[in-house]
């Protein structure tokens, strides 16, 4: 089962797009497949709450755009990585319009399936990766429970978060190797747990 990798910053080679590399390159280095997916990049529409998805069926949503592959990609991966740094104590805008597309795997799991809110059968392991230029306490608290939130839509409990404080223009993370190897640790732990 591939590991998902999610991109989630709007720079191509920003802070977390290099944190999230080095964990791929960990899952890597184990073996695993991994397939990514850079956010950006696709058309991902706002959820439009038309609830076409209530009615159940074949793809969920009513709107056909590149969620739907993003949305295939999570139900089946064994794992999943998502990377974003923080907007205004919250994920980027091309993760929040992801994330607000699952509302269509939620509406399937807690009311089509009528699976008990909140309870996930063997849960696979997500790992959430972020960057804030502040260094503020609760800077990364918004996010990492929204991430919580959207992992439990495809049955994925967050294993771990690694957030790094103080850090905001392109290449500043360069200047933390360490922040970059534990990335990259954390990568191949992740990938042995999908073996496993």
Not at 81 to 90: C, D, E, H, V
Not at 164 to 176: K, P, S, T
Request: hydrophobic share 40%; charged share 25%.
């Amino acid at each position: 089962m591939a590991i998902v990798a999610l991109y989630g910053s709007p720079r191509r080679r920003g802070n977390t797009a290099r944190l999230l590399e080095a964990a791929v390159t960990g899952a890597r280095e184990t073996g695993a497949e991994v397939r990514e997916f850079v956010l950006r990049d696709l058309k991902i529409s706002p959820c439009l709450e038309i609830y076409a998805c209530e009615r159940g069926g074949e793809g969920g949503c009513a709107i056909k755009d590149d969620f739907q592959q993003v949305a295939e990609a999570l139900l089946g991966a064994g794992a999943t990585m998502l990377a974003s740094p923080i907007f205004f104590y919250a994920v980027s805008a091309q993760v929040k319009a992801l994330m607000d597309r699952c509302q269509s795997l939620w509406v399937k799991k807690y009311w089509i399936d009528a699976k008990p809110l909140g309870r996930l059968d063997n849960p696979k392991p997500g790992l959430f990766l972020s960057v804030g230029a502040t260094r503020g306490k609760n800077l990364f608290t918004g996010a990492e429970l929204s991430v919580k939130y959207f992992f439990d839509t495809f049955n994925t409990r967050l294993w771990r978060t690694l957030a790094y404080r103080g850090l905001d223009r392109a290449d500043e993370i360069l200047q933390h190797p360490e922040y970059l190897e534990e990335a990259r640790r954390a990568g191949m732990e992740l990938a042995g747990k999908v073996v496993s």
